[in-house]
């Protein structure tokens, strides 16, 4: 590890640490900030980054988080605003947390914030292109021919059961969200461009509530509309790791490894691969365009040599065409915008928490210059 990566995460860690410190003065009275109180909330932050997959150290987690979000921090100043009486009200925290709450609900904002990181996709492409134009003209910009698994990354199907899931479905008789639909269709898609590689295909979104006979007609579902598409039912698997991207990246390599189709790509250091490795295996990563990014970083971070094909993508083409009417109703704040903003400042906080993990690649690396698209 170089020493200005070492640097970085070693002042990361100390901002985290004085801002729990500070959030743990600020809302916890003197009287019951016991040694004991203080150790089990310390042991609750310890736990959420040495068990990241445990579901109840997960609630808790989003208890803490919560302040760091656009409507959290909103509703955390507005409490504060209140501490000193309903007639003494902070009027700077209000104003904060009206700010907050606007700019969080702009749709120019959220559009602003998902053109910028839907954009390093575009980018990416355009980076393989011209790599491809010097290296390899007469053939495909990607070797598709040597990829061995499709992996998609989608929320798990019994998501709906969660206290803060509202997924809909796409109809009565398809028990599945429409999100995850349009995933399975896009990897169903890349599956038949491909086919003469009989890759596997991989899903995350299995459920992970109740028994084997409660989570069977699930994953069933899930089988259905691949084999609808064209994917043999022998190539699927339906795993249940949902949106934890490392855990997915660790069984797609345990998995590749079994097969004997895992191909580390010819590296001259930890993260300097070559781009025109054809011999190496490939894994066509199936995620949605926001977490792209963190997703083939940390299957390119393990030896995994990745495609990106994205999905999900909020941005919006040809903006400088739209009417002056369209453009000022992107001014008015809404509830969509809001989901938005929130989901892209998640997946930052997600991309710090995986740096700190260490599962990132050092932050001076670009994702383009790694990663294939398709």
Request: hydrophobic share 50%.
């Amino acid at each position: 590890m170089d020493i200005l990566n070492l640097l970085t995460r070693l002042l990361l860690w100390l901002g985290i640490g004085y801002f729990l410190w500070w959030v743990l003065k600020k809302f916890i009275p003197a009287n019951f900030l016991t040694w004991f109180g203080g150790a089990m909330i310390l042991a609750l932050i310890a736990g959420a980054f040495l068990f990241p997959d445990d579901s109840t150290i997960g609630v808790f987690w989003q208890f803490l988080v919560f302040p760091l979000t656009p409507l959290g921090g909103a509703i955390t100043l507005l409490a504060l605003s209140l501490s000193n009486g309903m007639n003494k009200v902070n009027g700077r925290m209000v104003t904060v947390a009206l700010l907050i709450l606007f700019f969080a609900s702009m749709p120019l904002i959220a559009r602003a914030l998902v053109n910028h990181s839907e954009q390093s996709v575009q980018r990416a492409y355009a980076s393989q292109q011209r790599l491809c134009s010097d290296i390899c003209p007469a053939i495909d910009q990607v070797p598709v021919d040597r990829a061995v698994s499709i992996v998609v990354i989608g929320e798990n199907a019994d998501a709906y059961r969660l206290t803060n899931a509202l997924n809909s479905r796409i109809d009565a008789d398809n028990p599945l969200d429409p999100a995850l639909v349009a995933q399975l269709n896009s990897a169903a898609n890349v599956y038949n461009r491909i086919s003469a590689a009989r890759p596997f295909v991989t899903v995350t979104a299995g459920p992970r509530f109740g028994t084997g006979e409660e989570q069977e007609p699930l994953r069933q579902a899930i089988r259905q509309q691949l084999v609808g598409r064209g994917v043999p039912s022998e190539s699927i698997r339906v795993e249940a790791t949902g949106t934890d991207i490392r855990n997915t990246v660790v069984d797609q390599r345990n998995f590749l490894s079994e097969q004997g189709l895992f191909t580390a790509p010819v590296r001259s250091g930890r993260f300097e691969t070559a781009r025109n490795n054809r011999d190496a295996n490939r894994v066509v990563l199936v995620a949605p365009a926001l977490t792209m990014r963190r997703a083939a970083l940390a299957f390119e971070n393990e030896g995994i040599q990745v495609v990106a094909a994205p999905t999900e993508l909020y941005s919006t083409p040809n903006l400088e065409n739209r009417d002056t009417l369209a453009s000022l109703a992107d001014l008015a704040p809404n509830v969509n915008a809001l989901a938005l903003t929130t989901r892209y400042w998640g997946e930052l906080l997600s991309a710090i928490y995986y740096y700190l993990r260490g599962w990132l690649p050092p932050f001076s690396m670009q994702w383009d210059e790694v990663v294939e698209t398709i």
